[in-house]
């Protein structure tokens, strides 16, 4: 988590689209790790987003299907999460880690072994 910085999130309606982006330090090894998004609903559980393995194949978790693009660029050592026709139940904190592993049910991110991540709200 703290080799990964995370970007992009704000307020947008529902409908709309955001593009969250996902940085890591120097000397992380990108292109030899697997990047999944996370996020941390207020209320509800922190879930498994998205993954992107090194080999370039994705994953998505059922409610994102669709709406939700998950990219590297081994360039720019950056993951990118583009999420369109967001929904109210799409507002969380998003956080950008090395893994492709879902969580435990129960399971918080706590933004003090997480990070920062990035607020994403979705309004009416």
């Known amino acids: 988590v703290e080799a990964e910085r995370e970007s992009g999130g704000g307020t947008v309606q529902a409908g709309g689209s955001l593009r969250l982006s996902c940085s890591t330090t120097?000397?992380?090894?990108?292109?030899?790790?697997?990047m999944s998004w996370y996020r941390q609903p207020p209320g509800d559980d922190c879930e498994l987003v998205s993954s992107?393995?090194?080999?370039?194949?994705?994953n998505y978790a059922d409610s994102v299907k669709g709406r939700f693009f998950i990219s590297r660029d081994g360039a720019k050592n950056t993951v990118y999460l583009q999420m369109n026709s967001l929904k109210l139940n799409d507002t969380a904190v998003y956080y950008c880690?090395?893994?492709?592993?879902?969580?435990?049910?129960?399971?918080?991110?706590?933004?003090?072994?997480w990070g920062q991540g990035t607020q994403v709200t979705v309004s009416s």
């Open positions: 880690a090395a893994g492709s592993a879902p969580l435990e049910r129960g399971t918080y991110c706590d933004p003090n072994l």
């Open positions: 992107i393995l090194k080999d370039g194949r994705t």
């Open positions: 120097y000397g992380f090894s990108f292109d030899d790790s697997d």
